[in-house]
């Protein structure tokens, strides 16, 4: 049986653990054989003498080991970090005319994928020790008789030209300078600037300094820089984030109109409602967290997404999760708590020329409360008032409660330790918010040495760790995968019950909003012009309310129960809206 063993060398800490304790305690090398040996002070395993017993596994005090017994019929990863490092097996196939989906955990291979199909990363075939990379011939054998071959051989032969939007947009700003204009008109190579500007609302901010836009501008003008290029081969990573839902569905149908008998286009997407409304077909990506991935074959995007939430592969018989991930087929129970903590009354508050109201509204101990509205519209600032940290100009707000707030961008300069950071949530809620979140191979870590979905783990225990009666997170799902979304979920659930506190939940991922919160707030008006806060309402009463000014609906899937965009003016969505029954069918 092929196995793989992973060594992680930053938890690898030979002084602490009595001095490569794993090396004392493998029976191999007990029996005079180097199986584990000392590898540039750390330790190293030699996967061909291993024998699986997993003894060093449980005796290394730091969970620095993997061993992993795979499947028989995967033979050599198409790349390897180093030795006992990653192994990623196959890859993605890219498919003129259609939208292609990754659909996978965070750690998984995703980005590396992307990059050795996008020509960023040479794959070195598991053969790490020469350091490496394989040549398109070299790529067309281990492809032999699979779509990918073709792929490769129309590299080879020049025919496919490709650009690439990276995960990170908040990046750009760090390395690009000037207006977005000026960096829009670098990557022009189709004289298409201002088209695309206006397909992507952002016209209105091409003289804008690129350092002073905001993360939903900073994701279009990303998504603008790609497809101003001239490719065959479009590939997006996560293109939905930072954007609200009215942008999102805007940005797929874009995104959609791109693919012809020419182009491809290729992504990784995290919002389960914008990768169904967007993709013809999904790879799924399953394995083991920063150990190794396996792209599976390619599949019809409704059989896709509803396999992953049930954790079985049935063309490939493979259970990746032990558990399915269920929804419910109807709005949540109703919230029972009438024990109001806040309210407000005929609120008013002018901020430079935007303009907000709060006709009247209380929240209740113990709801999960989710936000929906466009970005711009007044959600933080009217949460800022209830904190008591601005004044309104007119109305009452019920005493200022105290309040934790998670904001949406996080800041990550700093060189604190995640142990120093988290000390409190780590002596107090180890169990209820450390453990469930997976922080602990975190803790050695500084905050400027995390990924974007790591310090959106750390930020959200911060928050939730601290002493308040309102717990705010401003979108908690950024750049987290399906399910840490939802582990998230349960954890606010299960903590405001048990501390008899409640949460405002903004987020733009609408399957996120619907399994976690109790009740909805929902503001409408004009981004940056007006914004008014209705509610909170029902679950029902509020998507309706949502979703009516957006004109759309969702039905429920009839096998996993989760909720599915309408086609506009399909035979579901004329129903549905003529009942006014937007979600909850
Ligand atoms: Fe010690 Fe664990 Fe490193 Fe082995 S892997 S040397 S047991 S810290
Ligand atoms: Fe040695 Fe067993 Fe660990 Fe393999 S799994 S390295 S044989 S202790």
Same mark, same amino acid.
């Given at each position: ?49 291993? @024998? ?226 967007? !993709? ?145 949530? @780590? ?11 997976? @922080? ?112 759309? !609906? ?32």
């Amino acid at each position: 049986m092929p196995r793989i063993a992973i060594v992680d060398r930053e938890k690898c800490n030979p002084t602490s653990c009595g001095n490569y304790l794993c090396m004392r305690v493998c029976p191999v090398n007990r029996k005079g054989e180097n199986c584990i040996y000392k590898n540039e002070g750390k330790a190293g395993i030699d996967e061909g003498l291993c @024998i699986g017993c997993g003894i060093c596994v449980n005796k290394c005090p730091f969970e620095a080991i993997d061993i992993i017994n795979l499947p028989e019929e995967l033979e050599n990863p198409i790349h390897q970090y180093g030795r006992n490092g990653f192994h990623l097996y196959n890859l993605p196939t890219p498919i003129f005319g259609k939208v292609v989906g990754i659909l996978g955990r965070n750690g998984i291979g995703k980005s590396t994928a992307l990059k050795i199909l996008s020509g960023l990363l040479k794959p070195n075939l598991g053969d790490w020790k020469e350091n490496k990379e394989a040549s398109y011939d070299d790529l067309i054998e281990y492809f032999k008789g699979t779509e990918s071959q073709l792929f490769f051989e129309k590299l080879k032969q020049k025919k496919i030209n490709i650009a690439y939007k990276p995960q990170q947009v908040d990046l750009i700003p760090k390395a690009e300078k000037g207006t977005v204009k000026q960096l829009l008109e670098k990557v022009d190579e189709k004289g298409q600037l201002e088209a695309i500007a206006k397909k992507l609302d952002i016209e209105n901010i091409l003289e804008n300094d690129i350092k002073k836009i905001s993360g939903g501008e900073l994701q279009r003008v990303a998504i603008a820089a790609t497809v101003l290029k001239k490719a065959n081969l479009y590939i997006f990573d996560e293109p939905s984030s930072y954007l609200d839902i009215k942008q999102r569905i805007k940005i797929s149908r874009f995104i959609r109109s791109l693919a012809d008998k020419d182009t491809a286009i290729l992504l990784v997407e995290h919002d389960l409602i914008v990768l169904d409304y967007l !993709t013809d077909l999904i790879h799924i990506m399953y394995g083991k967290e920063d150990a190794y991935g396996i792209v599976s074959t390619v599949k019809a995007t409704r059989t896709a997404i509803n396999s992953y939430l049930e954790g079985f592969l049935r063309e490939e018989n493979i259970r990746f999760r032990d558990h399915t991930i269920k929804f419910g087929s109807g709005p949540p129970l109703k919230s029972t708590s009438q024990n109001i903590i806040t309210g407000w009354k005929e609120i008013e508050k002018k901020l430079g020329n935007f303009k907000l109201k709060a006709p009247e509204g209380n929240i209740c101990r113990k709801d999960v409360i989710g936000i929906l509205g466009e970005n711009g519209i007044g959600k933080t600032s009217f949460i800022k008032m209830l904190a008591g940290e601005i004044e309104p100009d007119k109305g009452n707000i019920s005493e200022g409660i105290k309040v934790s707030y998670k904001p949406q961008y996080l800041k990550s300069e700093s060189d604190e330790l995640v142990a120093t950071v988290l000390k409190q949530a @780590i002596d107090k809620y180890s169990k209820t918010i450390i453990n469930p979140l997976n @922080i602990k191979p975190l803790i050695t870590k500084q905050l400027n040495q995390l990924s974007g979905g790591e310090l959106q783990r750390v930020s959200i225990a911060l928050c939730l760790s601290k002493e308040a009666d309102l717990y705010l997170l401003d979108e908690p799902s950024a750049y987290l995968d399906v399910e840490q979304r939802l582990v998230i979920s349960k954890i606010i659930k299960e903590l405001m019950e048990d501390k008899g506190k409640t949460a405002l939940i903004v987020d733009h991922d609408l399957l996120f909003i619907d399994y976690l919160s109790q009740k909805l707030l929902v503001f409408d008006g004009q981004p940056a012009v007006k914004g008014e806060a209705k509610g909170p309402f029902i679950m029902e009463k509020g998507m309706n309310v949502f979703l009516e000014d957006l004109n759309m !609906t969702f039905r429920r899937d009839p096998e996993s129960n989760r909720p599915r965009a309408n086609k506009e003016e399909s035979v579901k969505d004329r129903e549905q809206k003529a009942e006014e029954k937007y979600y909850y069918v």
